[in-house]
């Protein structure tokens, strides 16, 4: 694997993430230098930040391009380099991963780069393993980065004390069973970030309403189902209006249209929603709550075949139960060293101006 930045922290700090890779790790701070070597190493990926004196990543594109179409491309791009990002990918960058590096998302790539080899030494091109289409990419590029996910966590914890764990391991839970159900890359990320933010609405609900502890009554549950139509807005500015947005404004539908706020049917209701759904009622069943106690992972999967067809799509709920309980005690631990990350924040004063907006801070 070549990795090639002029910026020394970040090339050094990427080798340090990959330090237990498989395979040899060859850092270039300068371009040319590692073009020269590609012969001598024959690298099986390359990953190169866009912007470098004498040559740029696009140009370093071009050129491992020439060596071998069968090497797999990963791009380091500024936040504010949009453009470029979809312009390297229509080139035949297989991902790309924004810095500051993020060390899961670069993890994420590279797993991506492997799969793309793989299938070009079977014949394939990246193109033709990953498809690009604008559209997808502007929506993938627009998703949150890590700074404000953190911070919408805050403030999500701020109105409700388990919500923030909830929706990190959920959103966990759902890349993983999209996963399983064979989705592209992109679609995973978006499906992720919108359960990440599933209950975002729930900052313009009430607190009356939120912390009620006995049951609402007709008027409240009125204003509750408010809160999908709330944070689609919110999240649209932050993630675009795609399939993310979708499970944001569509996570209490159900299948057979009996849900909320549309009484969406079926395939009516968007497959990140139909997975959402899945794996939010896994979490709610195996989670201590005030109003009850958790269930077994065996009962949680009773509970859900149950529901098969009415509350939940029988083909996402045939790939879950597949799925061993092992793996969803991984992803809940992983979601407490993601939660621990974030303990030291402050309520609000990172957060981005549309949701400081819709949670009432600085305004």
Known sequence: MFLIDDDLTSLNFMGLVLRKHEGAIHRFSDPEKAISSLEELQPDIVITDLVMPKLDGFAVMAEVRKFSPKIALILLTGQSEVESAVEAMRRGACDYVTKPVNPERLQAAIALAEKVRREALAGESCADFYPVELATLQSQLRQLNDEAQRALIVALDARERETKQHSVRVSLYAAHLAQQMGLP????????????????GKIGIPDSILN????LDDEEWAQMRKHPMIGYGIVQGLIGSGEG???VLCHHER???SGYPSGLRGAQIPLGARIFA???????????RPYRERVSHWEALHEILRGSRSHFDPDVVTKFVKIPEERWAEFALSAKEIISQCE??????????AVARAAGIGA
């Open 245 to 247: 947005a979708e499970v």
């Open 185 to 200: 890359f992109s679609r995973i990320e978006e499906i992720r970030a919108g359960a990440l933010l599933h209950d975002i």
């Open 255 to 257: 299948y057979d249209g």
């Open 278 to 288: 899945v794996v939010d009622a896994y979490d709610a069943l195996t989670s201590t």
């Open 212 to 215: 009620k502890p006995a049951a």
């Open 344 to 353: 030291g924040a402050q309520s609000g004063e990172n957060l981005p101006p």
